[in-house]
């Protein structure tokens, strides 16, 4: 799937997330991240109005507003990989969010399990690292969780997206058992899962 941020200027990328915040919103699938969707809105504000304040010249507005500019970037490729993943390479879902759907690559390498999967806690309460090893051919990985031992695929959510072999997750219950595993994501689509690790939150 094609991002389409290159060759784009600032406010083009505002332009652009406004489309796929829209895309989104109006989505039955997508729309269920509203966290995501409010944090790319939010970052969509910001470069705009940063994009106002470098208008002058001044060194430091010029500055901030590349900031803004890598954070909305970041926040677009974290919008694509949810989408890629969710939308089974359905090209109406993916257009519709203002992304596009990438010439498939019949000789796409096949991706293995995540291997090294493991959990280490962290000094904050609810919250855990997670991490393995890269996957070869791999572009980003999916992390999803559950609260069951014996879990089917449909027990199964999806809680993050990276795009690094290593995730933090937080705002979990003290003393509640969860279990975790990841999926990589490549030119032709997800791979196994890793391996389930389980761990109490404390």
């Given at each position: 799937?094609?991002?389409?941020?290159?060759?784009?200027?600032?406010?083009?990328?505002?332009?652009?997330?406004?489309?796929?915040?829209?895309?989104?919103?109006?989505?039955?699938?997508?729309?269920?991240?509203?966290?995501?969707?409010?944090?790319?809105?939010?970052?969509?504000?910001?470069?705009?109005?940063?994009?106002?304040?470098?208008?002058?010249?001044?060194?430091?507005?010029?500055?901030?507003?590349?900031?803004?500019?890598?954070?909305?970037?970041?926040?677009?490729?974290?919008?694509?990989?949810?989408?890629?993943?969710?939308?089974?390479?359905?090209?109406k879902?993916?257009?519709?969010?203002?992304?596009?759907?990438?010439?498939?690559?019949?000789?796409?390498?096949?991706?293995?399990?995540?291997?090294?999967?493991?959990?280490?806690?962290?000094?904050?309460?609810?919250?855990?690292?997670?991490?393995?090893?890269?996957?070869?051919?791999?572009?980003?990985?999916?992390?999803?969780?559950?609260?069951?031992?014996?879990?089917?695929?449909?027990?199964?959510?999806t809680?993050?997206?990276?795009?690094?072999?290593?995730?933090?997750v937080?705002?979990?219950?003290?003393?509640?058992?969860?279990?975790?595993?990841?999926?990589?994501?490549?030119?032709?689509?997800?791979g196994?899962?890793?391996?389930?690790?389980?761990?109490?939150?404390?």
């Amino acid at each position: 799937m094609k991002i389409g941020l290159r060759g784009l200027n600032p406010s083009e990328k505002v332009e652009k997330a406004q489309r796929v915040v829209s895309g989104m919103s109006k989505s039955q699938i997508y729309s269920k991240n509203k966290k995501l969707i409010e944090e790319l809105t939010s970052a969509q504000n910001a470069l705009n109005k940063a994009i106002e304040m470098a208008e002058y010249g001044d060194r430091r507005a010029i500055a901030a507003r590349n900031l803004c500019v890598k954070n909305l970037d970041a926040k677009l490729r974290q919008a694509a990989s949810y989408v890629e993943a969710l939308s089974n390479g359905d090209k109406k879902e993916i257009e519709l969010t203002g992304f596009e759907l990438r010439k498939r690559n019949n000789q796409a390498a096949e991706l293995i399990h995540p291997e090294n999967f493991r959990i280490k806690r962290t000094d904050n309460t609810g919250e855990l690292q997670l991490i393995w090893s890269p996957v070869k051919n791999s572009k980003n990985y999916l992390v999803q969780s559950c609260l069951k031992k014996e879990a089917k695929n449909t027990d199964w959510t999806t809680i993050s997206y990276s795009t690094k072999s290593r995730c933090l997750v937080d705002n979990l219950e003290p003393g509640k058992t969860y279990y975790f595993r990841v999926l990589a994501i490549g030119a032709g689509g997800i791979g196994p899962p890793s391996n389930i690790e389980s761990i109490m939150a404390a």
